[in-house]
């Protein structure tokens, strides 16, 4: 019953920024960690940026610099902050989540939202 819900998505110009958000609705004990992937047209999806629940951070070498993962722990919520955006950055992005339910304390460690469209025109 989990559910992720993507936001912050739209056109941008290059060298422009966006904000994602991914909030996470449901029963969660706890979350493990959450994380942004992307796909372009024709390519494969990739990670882009993950954070953990003690806050350690990874970033695809592409997005480096560039861009920031950053959560909320009482809101369930990650946001990814993208500044000096590339054409290259356009693909549909996705939420990630790795969480524990509160019931029987299963762990899931892929739950996916729906995606948000990021175009970036130069």
């Known amino acids: 019953q989990v559910q992720l819900v993507e936001s912050g998505g739209g056109l941008v110009q290059a060298g422009g920024s966006l904000r994602l958000s991914c909030a996470a609705s449901?029963?969660?004990?706890?979350?493990?960690?959450m994380g942004w992937y992307r796909q372009a047209p024709g390519k494969q999806r990739e990670l882009v940026a993950v954070i953990t629940s003690g806050g350690s951070t990874n970033y695809a070498d592409s997005v480096k610099g560039r861009f920031t993962i950053s959560k909320d722990n009482a809101k369930n919520t990650v946001w990814l902050q993208m500044n000096s955006l590339k054409p290259e950055d356009t693909a549909v992005y996705y939420c990630?989540?790795?969480?524990?339910?509160?019931?029987?304390?299963?762990?899931?460690?892929?739950?996916w939202g729906q995606g948000t469209l990021v175009t970036v025109s130069s």
């Open positions: 990630n989540l790795d969480y524990v339910e509160a019931l029987l304390r299963r762990r899931y460690p892929e739950v």
């Open positions: 449901g029963i969660i004990f706890s979350i493990n960690a």
